[in-house]
């Protein structure tokens, strides 16, 4: 249990100890440690097995940036693997399990791909596993599936909430280090609207884990202090564990903060917030991250980035190795050396390459031994930190396709002109400024460009002392003269090597070698790997680094888990739902809902006893067309329409006409796309001169709206008509059959004259109803029967189906869904969305004689094409069974094929198809609509309805499409 | 994106609805000789442009106005928007 | 004929739906009648006067709410104007096209919405989580005699989010002598339930 390698130091709280396990051993760590430091401060050199090779990993860094510590933390449903355990912070009773090994960390099976490394080189796949044929999906598939990944998720619902939010600012400060803190108090002091995120728990940046004084203090204390500043400003928003992963358009930037995944109690908070950020201005001051070198084995436990081990020296008092090679090609690098010592490790050896080419090989499998020189000497060492240079974090730069600038200078790529946008700027090792000095003086630098850019007076600020050495750095990438593999991207396993090969086969662009290699492609995205790979590359073809140049980076910074961008958008609330004023009445009727688009439709009503939803939308059926049915209607879209030209604007978007319809009464109308295609169908009610009201189906409500909005604004924009909906305004029933007007007039008040007389077949007005309530009435019929359709203000519609209902009981009144509204419909013959469905035209929907001659309309033009006007054309007709049992063998399927008896069933011989089907009860037979080639011709001849789907072909006789009273009787009486 | 609206300043891209060229405004005379042709052309064939295209959006989920918004597809700059309405006017086009 | 037994009840889209949080609280809001105001061609000029004559109070341009005796309206869209009155009026948009005869086409509303109030200090906490657009005081103020509104999306649901001005008739009753910081959402009766269910869990996770 003792911490082996703690020393003091740090800004750990050692008065909070705090107990986690590590695959299954208990292991104690203090609050303010991450698992990373944790376990270092623990000696476990051991975290991981690589992807492919499943070789022997240790903690590579100490940021976000770690390609190798990946965990699963948490149990359960909670259990969240490729967790980088360089920034999960530790809680108590955290339980941590490294991933990619069976059975053991320790003894991993899977290390036989090692062994087996020549045959695995970069690009395999596109080599092997290429035959037999049949072997890729019994075989290679299974078994690559199963090797590749690293972590596994739990399989269980996500139990935690998400949040989502949208933030306005001013300026966005990214990063808050000195650079940022300083661009923050700048422009907080000057009243802008800031937001200052930074990925970490703590604010300051690299400050935190070097050994800097500013103003004659340490740097912690000056970072506290200007934290506490800014937090006391109101205009100022101080973001931490917040990562800003996206740059998009138009100063929109994408974040996300980590909200519990510290805490060792999950409360009900959402775990992650995802924001949407829209600032006038960002300054970007994300730091640099460090980068390695390419040496031989430079893959095994202990080997680090020397920043790192400076980190958990300094921030968390945790000692990486107690025998210590520094290698540094810098002049940064090198202080690594001193830390060690005054943290009471011992510096075996130093190795500067910019004074000597001396070339080793690092020993030990499982954790480094030693190092072995070219000349034979060893040097015994149980770490080894590694400084290649500093790779300042330009990605966020290059979202929007910006091309980064190399600087010989720093050996580093920085931000170029043109990969700033207008609005972002940049400050400090962002920028490739690595002073202390220079990063705070860029900070506020950009601070005042902020403010000034905003029109506003940024107050002269003090500069803060601080060190100001300049780095000195010569280029190194790679060890010469090695026997092992060089690792270049340690997460996806891809070596020096693997980088010449990919040249040798000609992949030599940049953008090829990241694909055929994989480098850079990890959940890293190339943050370890892409600039040495890079540089590697370079080399090998002789070239420049700006010769070779870059790939592109893209958001997500680091990655952000699907729940956060889910939100709270999960399971029934995924959308909005909407409800018609019956809802709750037709709910405690026990009614089955469907979803029409957002809406829920009640379907059908079952009674008890019926068991199957045939029996209850029969019955449904023929209670309506022999007394009396009701159903609401509420969901079509209600669109009103006013204005001098609101007739004229109705001839233009209807195939008939309505400029004359009559007020008082409604008509039919159906309208085309603009390419002659049929697009929606309703009805208009006239009620003024000046005002109609138009219903369009329930699906098409909006693009109708939006249709003939674009009409109306853009095509005839000196028009004298108005539109807006008033769908939700008014609660609708359908009331149909045999007793509707009996039914009707219960309820109707007296002054209104309801008879056939006086309110005839398609005749609409103003009522009212029970006593004075606010009433519309359209004598509309969608089910063949005497029907009417009642509105009334949606606050009465909950009371008026319990009062239809109520006396109605009389008449044996029946509530019916949407099943029985869809087979009256089919016994009528009446077109729907299965027929209008995008492409058919009102001549083979048998609506030829609507198209108006005289008038011009939306899609009259192209409806004349020749193609669309063919006698061989599909036509609209009915469909019988022939044998007309009502038995499984001759139930029709919607979407079966029509195939002449005694011909194969092949797609060259289909004659059309069945667009809709349904059970008729008032028939005792299944019928369906459909579509048939030369359909009106045929009527009588007998042909096959294939549905080779479901495995059925019956035998139908082609009919008219109208079961029921085709002379329409019944809806004039 | 965000698109700045003549009238209500700026909005996220995500309350409107895109259509497409604002070729679209100038509805074929369907009454000319040509006019199948016409149409034909008005619906199918279009610019693909890479760079500044004019274009027609709807803010359906604001005032429901229709604006022409000239728009760089490259680097989705967008350099105007208008009522679409004001445009259509401009064009020529009427009752 | 009708048996003149039958009467209908009104039923309200949440309830009467009405939560409180530490220094939040939401509320349904009931009563009054709305009307759609849209001028018709060239009509803005008339609309105005007559609005003007009848009711005392301006257009408010786009944006804007304005209160005046008696209710209060805000610009929706060009060249039309959503009114609420604070009495109930089931013709009230027979009488308003009467005023206004051929300036404006009018239709009823009231029905076609459900109201909900976001009242308290941190109303414009719960309101970022939801809408993109920026509500601060300095975008989108209330004000003595003009606030704003605007049209947009919560959540998945298209609402009116209006800041009424100080003058306007709130829905908290009980204010303090600082105006109570309320937004109200008007939104699509049908999505009643969605959209209470939304502002509750951003309140939620705040609070909870």
């Known amino acids: 249990m003792t911490q082996t390698h703690r020393v003091g130091g740090g800004h750990i709280d050692r008065s909070q100890p705090v107990e986690f396990t590590f695959d299954g051993k208990k292991y104690q760590g203090f609050s303010g440690d991450t698992v990373a430091s944790a376990l270092i401060a623990n000696g476990v050199k051991l975290v991981g097995r690589s992807f492919k090779y499943h070789r022997p990993r240790g903690i590579f860094s100490a940021g976000s940036d770690e390609p190798n510590a990946l965990m699963t933390i948490g149990e359960g449903a909670r259990a969240t693997p490729n967790t980088r355990a360089t920034i999960a912070e530790l809680y108590e009773g955290m339980t941590v399990q490294s991933q990619n090994r069976f059975p053991s960390l320790n003894f991993d099976v899977m290390a036989v791909n090692d062994l087996l490394a020549p045959f695995l080189s970069a690009g395999f796949y596109y080599k092997t596993f290429m035959w037999p044929a049949s072997f890729w999906e019994k075989l290679y598939e299974p078994i690559i599936r199963r090797a590749a990944g690293l972590g596994a998720l739990s399989g269980e619902p996500d139990p935690d909430q998400y949040d989502k939010g949208f933030l306005h600012c001013d300026v966005l400060v990214i990063g808050a280090g000195s650079a940022g803190l300083m661009t923050a108090l700048v422009a907080g002091r000057a009243g802008l609207r800031v937001i200052l995120a930074d990925e970490d728990f703590q604010m300051g940046g690299r400050l935190l884990s070097e050994l800097e004084q500013i103003n004659g203090d340490t740097a912690l204390a000056w970072t506290m202090q200007i934290t506490a500043e800014l937090s006391s400003m109101p205009n100022v928003r101080l973001m931490g564990r917040t990562t800003v992963y996206g740059v998009f358009d138009h100063g929109i930037y994408g974040a996300v903060t980590r909200n519990t995944d510290h805490l060792a109690v999950k409360t009900k908070k959402p775990r992650e917030t995802l924001w949407r950020i829209y600032a006038k201005r960002s300054v970007l001051a994300s730091g640099a991250t460090e980068r390695s070198i390419a040496l031989s084995n430079n893959d095994r436990p202990g080997v680090m980035l020397a920043s790192a081990v400076r980190t958990y020296a300094n921030r968390f008092g945790a000692l990486c190795g107690k025998r210590v090679v520094v290698v540094s090609n810098n002049s940064d690098g090198l202080r690594t050396a001193n830390i060690l010592k005054a943290s009471g490790a011992e510096v075996s050896a130093v190795i500067d390459t910019r004074l000597s080419e001396n070339s080793f090989d690092i020993r030990g499998r499982k954790a480094v031994r030693a190092i072995r020189f070219s000349d034979g000497r060893k040097v015994d060492a149980d770490c080894i930190a590694i400084s290649g240079g500093w790779n300042p974090n330009i990605q966020l730069t290059c979202h929007k396709r910006g091309r980064p600038l190399w600087r010989d200078d720093i050996a580093a790529f920085v931000p170029s002109k043109d990969a700033l946008t207008a609005d972002m700027d940049v400050a400090g090792a962002a920028n490739g400024s690595f002073s202390t000095h220079q990063c705070l003086q860029e900070g506020a630098q950009a601070g005042a460009r902020a403010v000034q850019a905003l029109g506003k007076n940024a107050a002269a600020i003090d500069l803060p002392q601080a060190d100001d050495a300049p780095f000195e750095i010569t280029p190194f990438w790679e060890m010469k003269g090695c026997k092992g593999s060089a690792w270049v991207d340690p997460q996806n396993d891809v070596t020096a090597k693997d980088i010449k090969l990919a040249a040798q086969e000609g992949f030599k662009s940049v953008e090829l070698l990241k694909r055929y290699t994989t480098l850079g492609m990890a959940t890293d995205q190339g943050k370890a790997s892409n600039v040495l790979g890079l540089a590697i590359l370079a080399d090998h073809l002789s070239q420049t680094i700006p010769e070779t140049g870059t790939t592109i980076s893209r958001p997500p910074y680091t990655p952000v888990s699907i729940s956060a961008f889910a939100g709270a958008s999960r399971f029934e609330h995924f959308r909005p739902v909407r409800k018609t004023p019956s809802h709750n009445w037709a709910q405690g009727q026990g009614a089955v809902f469907v979803s029409a688009g957002l809406w829920q439709r009640a379907q059908y009503f079952p009674r008890p006893g019926e068991t199957h939803w045939r029996q209850t939308v029969d019955r449904e059926v023929v209670a309506t067309r022999s007394s009396v049915g009701i159903c609401d209607v509420t969901t079509l879209g209600k669109i009103d329409i006013q204005g001098p030209d609101a007739g004229a604007f109705l001839n233009r978007i209807y195939v008939n006409a309505f400029a004359k319809l009559v007020v008082g009464k409604c008509r039919y109308g159906l309208m085309l796309r603009e390419d002659g295609f049929a697009m929606d169908d309703g009805t208009v009610a006239r009620f003024s001169d000046t005002h109609f009201v138009m219903t369009t189906t329930t699906a098409n409500a909006v693009s109708v709206y939006r249709h003939l909005e674009f009409c109306r604004q853009c095509l005839w924009p000196n028009m004298d008509v108005k539109l807006i909906s008033v769908t939700d305004q008014w609660a609708q029933y359908a009331i149909a059959g045999p007793n509707a007007r009996k039914l009707l007039q219960k309820i109707v008040d007296k002054e209104h004259d309801v008879s056939n007389e006086a309110f005839s077949y398609m005749a609409c007005g103003e009522i009212t109803v029970c006593g004075g309530i606010r009433a519309r009435l359209f004598r509309l019929s969608f089910s063949g029967e005497l029907a009417y359709e009642l509105g009334v203000p949606a606050r009465y519609g909950d009371s008026l189906i319990k009062a239809l209902m109520s006396v109605g009981e009389e008449f044996n009144a029946v509530p019916y869904g949407t099943e029985a509204l869809g087979v009256m419909r089919i016994e009528k013959g009446h077109a729907a969305g299965n027929e209008l469905n995008g492409q058919t035209t009102a001549k083979h929907l048998g609506m030829g004689r609507m198209l108006a001659k005289k008038k011009d309309f939306i899609g009259k033009t192209l409806s004349e094409r020749e193609g669309l006007n063919a006698e061989d054309g599909l036509y609209l007709v009915g469909f019988k069974p022939v044998s007309r049992a009502d038995t499984q063998t001759d139930a029709l399927a919607s979407g079966a094929h029509l195939i002449g008896q005694g011909k194969s069933d092949t797609a060259e011989n289909s004659e059309g198809y069945l667009s809709s089907v349904a059970y008729s009860p008032s028939l005792k037979s299944y019928i369906g609509l459909g579509f048939l080639k030369r359909g009106q011709e045929r009527i009588g001849q007998e042909i096959r309805a294939v549905d080779l789907l479901r495995g059925t072909d019956v035998l139908v006789t082609v009919c008219s499409a109208h079961f029921i009273d085709p002379k329409g009787e019944r809806l004039r009486v | ?95 | 004929m009708s048996d003149n037994k039958t009467s209908l009840v009104e039923t309200l889209p949440l309830n009467g739906l009405h939560k409180t949080w530490p220094i939040l609280e939401i509320k349904e809001m009931v009563g009054g009648e709305i009307c759609s105001l849209t001028a018709l061609k060239g009509g803005v000029p008339t609309l105005r006067k007559k609005f003007q004559n009848k009711y005392g109070a301006p257009l408010p341009a786009q944006g804007k709410v304005v209160s005046f005796n008696g209710g209060f309206l805000f610009c929706s869209a060009p060249e039309q104007w959503f009114v609420h009155f604070n009495t109930e009026n089931a013709f009230l948009d027979v009488e308003l096209g009467a005023v206004l005869k051929a300036s404006a086409a009018v239709t009823l509303q009231t029905d076609a919405w459900v109201r909900l109030a976001i009242i308290g200090a941190s109303a414009p906490q719960v309101l970022e989580r939801l809408v993109t657009l920026d509500l601060s005081d300095q975008a989108f103020p209330a004000g003595m005699n003009m606030g704003s509104a605007a049209r947009t999306m919560l959540g998945h649901l298209n609402v009116f989010i209006i800041r009424p001005d100080n003058a306007s008739d709130s829905a908290s009753g009980g204010a303090s002598d600082s105006a109570p910081n309320i937004y109200e959402i008007w939104c699509a009766r049908s999505f009643a339930n969605s959209l209470a269910h939304e502002i509750c869990v951003a309140a939620e996770n705040i609070y909870g």
């Open chain 2, 1 to 95: 994106m965000i698109i700045v609206h003549p009238l209500l300043g700026p909005r996220d891209a995500q309350e409107f609805t895109y259509l497409g060229d604002a070729s679209l405004i100038h509805r074929p005379d369907p009454k000319a000789d040509d006019a199948a042709e016409n149409f034909y052309e008005y619906l199918y064939q279009r610019d693909n442009l890479a760079g500044e295209h004019r274009e027609l959006w709807f803010h359906e989920q604001g005032d429901r106005s229709w604006l022409v918004i000239k728009r760089n597809t490259l680097t989705h700059d967008i350099l105007s928007v208008e009522l679409a309405s004001d445009v259509a006017r401009r064009e020529g086009r009427s009752k």
